[in-house]
């Protein structure tokens, strides 16, 4: 990892609240960061209306990417670079660690960490999570879909698993 990068989480208050989506199914979401990161990271300028192409065949600008990946610590926008990989995108790449990547999530973005804590006590179903959300952290949320980003990621990353019955687990690497 990157000499003095933090990946303590920062104050509830100013980590964000919802979780970036990727194109594609919700399986393949660290394999196409991946490919998004990887790419961005040799360019010296990256355009914003640069287009990007996804696993699904499908063309967005770079400016998409960024909306969805700045807020959880993996791009940012630089006058006179554009859009730029922070160092906590590079130390992923170089690590290529599910681990870090959720330390990543837990860092800038809430009910991460929170979660993962919860299913620790058991396996528990969106609904539960949600409501877990809403009354200890004080979420609001009207629906489960956050919720679920959340466990679709951790999933992806190995972190979490499905425990039948619609419920969710935290696997031993989480």
Known sequence: MKK?????????????????IMPGTSTAYAEQLRIVLSG??????????????D????????????????PAGLLTRQPDLGIQLTPFALAWLESDSPEMLAQIFHRHIRYIGE??????EGPKTISDLTELANANFRRGWKSN?????????LSNLGLAFDAGGL????AESG
């Open 4 to 20: 003095n990068l933090s990946l303590e989480p920062l104050n509830w208050t100013v980590r964000n609240g919802s979780m970036p």
């Open 145 to 153: 879909d956050p919720v679920r980003r959340r466990v679709a990621w």
């Open 40 to 53: 961005l990271e040799r360019a010296a300028y990256n355009d914003p209306q640069m287009p990007i192409h």
């Open 55 to 70: 696993s699904a065949g499908k063309v967005r600008a770079l400016a998409w990417y960024a909306n969805q990946l700045s």
């Open 115 to 120: 979660l993962m804590t919860h299913l620790v």
């Open 167 to 170: 419920r969710h687990g935290l």
